[in-house]
């Protein structure tokens, strides 16, 4: 999936939890979601964070691959850990949330992913083609969504 789409996943996802949670700043909740929601395609240097980070996209992509140890279940929830060890619960569930939106969309995709890798191969994939018209119509719709909740948020 494209930078777009999981903004807009990852935002919808923060948006969603804040119906559940509470939290004491919402912009820094939502921030954190959205950011969790790009950073796992920081192991391909020429994804839009990758191109920003090279420093760091390069190397990731050597060590883990594409789509390999970032696109786990182990990531999301050492980031969850590294947040409670700093008394910040909330922070970390936003955290959580908006990587976990990332494997959830990206699952979504032909490519999928192997989220117990590399404990276990098993791979979960489905049918939308990356940057394909399918794939704008779900953006589409989840911005919508978005707006939607941004305005019956506030
Ligand atoms: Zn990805």
């Known amino acids: 999936m494209m930078f777009k789409t999981h903004l807009a996943f990852g935002l ?3 948006l969603l939890s804040l119906k559940f949670l509470e939290a004491k700043n919402i912009i820094i909740f939502l921030s954190l979601a959205s950011f969790f929601a790009v950073f796992p395609d920081i192991d391909e240097k020429s994804s839009k964070i990758g191109k ?3 420093f760091l996209s390069f190397p990731i992509g ?8 970032f696109h786990t279940v182990y990531l999301p929830i ?9 008394d910040n619960p ?3 569930i936003a955290a959580f949330i ?3 939106s990332h494997l ?11 989220p117990f890798y590399p404990l276990l191969n098993w791979k979960i994939k489905s049918f939308i083609k990356t940057n394909s018209i399918l794939e704008f119509l779900l953006f589409l719709l989840i911005v919508a969504i ?3 909740g941004i305005l019956t948020y506030i």
């Not at 050492?78 to 700093?86: D, P």
């Open 12 to 14: 919808f996802a923060g």
């Open 52 to 54: 920003r980070l090279k």
């Open 62 to 69: 050597i060590i883990f691959g594409h789509r390999g140890m």
């Open 78 to 86: 050492t980031i969850f850990l590294l947040f409670l060890m700093f």
């Open 90 to 92: 909330i922070y970390g």
């Open 98 to 100: 908006g990587y976990f």
């Open 104 to 114: 959830l969309t990206d699952s979504l995709t032909v490519h999928g992913i192997r």
């Open 146 to 148: 978005d707006f939607y």
